[in-house]
């Protein structure tokens, strides 16, 4: 089983739709969650970090539940420009692990 | 906020030749640096973690003699891959934390190497 776990998708979304993402981690012992951004052939970006109590940053809200090792990242009236691999990242101390990514490709 | 710089962004050469390639924190100091390797189309994997003043730690099925690692400031890291190939041929990214370990890591631009 693979530490960290998403749907690698391609999700094909119209212009305007709301998307969500799910990711699972398998170490019980991992201390911060992240959701970064990768377009191809570029680094990843840090998106948002999550956090228990769940946060959000313009159109796009993350939730972390610790007692199902979950987290997920909604985005709200997509765009364009939000095509790119959404990689679910874990932190134990000083270690990230990804995620497979998932691809989000939104249409006209 | 914190930017990693990563040189060169591109690196085309023949098979043997030895590539070095540069991470630098540019407005923090940072102790420990992670270099990443990412094929077509799969996630990033860690090769090694870098510490200043100190060898580095491989992941497994990394070669330590293949790829060279020095960590020799606070600042800087450079992985050397050694007598490339073209099955080196990847997407080579290092990244960096500035303090505490639930901070998160700011990666460098990517250096794409191409071995004919």
């Known amino acids: 089983r693979k530490e960290v776990e998403q749907d690698p998708g391609p999700f094909n979304v119209p212009e305007g739709a709301t998307v969500a993402f799910n990711c699972t981690y398998s170490?019980?012992?991992?201390?911060?969650f992240f959701w970064y951004r990768q377009d191809c052939r570029k680094e990843p970006k840090l998106l948002m970090s999550?956090?228990?109590s769940g946060n959000e940053d313009g159109r796009f809200t993350a939730q972390l539940n610790r007692a199902s090792q979950y987290i997920s990242l909604l985005i709200r009236d997509s765009k364009l420009s939000d095509s790119a691999t959404y990689l679910c990242?874990?932190?134990?101390?000083?270690?990230?692990?990804f995620g497979g990514g998932t691809r989000l490709m939104v249409k006209p | 906020g914190a930017v990693v710089s990563q040189h060169p962004s591109w690196v085309i050469c023949k098979s043997g030749t030895s590539v070095k390639i540069e991470c630098r924190s540019l407005?923090?100091?940072?102790?420990?640096m992670f270099w990443y390797r990412q094929f077509p189309k799969q996630s990033l994997m860690l090769m090694a973690t870098?510490?200043?003043?100190?060898?580095?730690?491989?992941e497994q099925g990394v070669e330590k003699d293949k790829f060279l690692i020095n960590h020799a400031s606070l600042t800087l890291s450079t992985l050397t891959v050694t007598s490339a190939h073209p099955e080196d041929s990847s997407f080579y990214i290092c990244?960096?934390?500035?303090?505490?370990?639930?901070?998160?890591?700011?990666f460098g631009d990517g250096t794409r190497l191409s071995i004919l």
């Open positions: 170490n019980s012992a991992s201390q911060s």
């Open positions: 870098s510490n200043e003043g100190s060898k580095a730690t491989y």
């Open positions: 999550v956090y228990s």
């Open positions: 407005d923090f100091q940072a102790t420990t």
């Open positions: 990244s960096a934390r500035d303090g505490r370990g639930n901070q998160p890591q700011h």
């Open positions: 990242v874990v932190n134990v101390g000083n270690m990230l692990t």
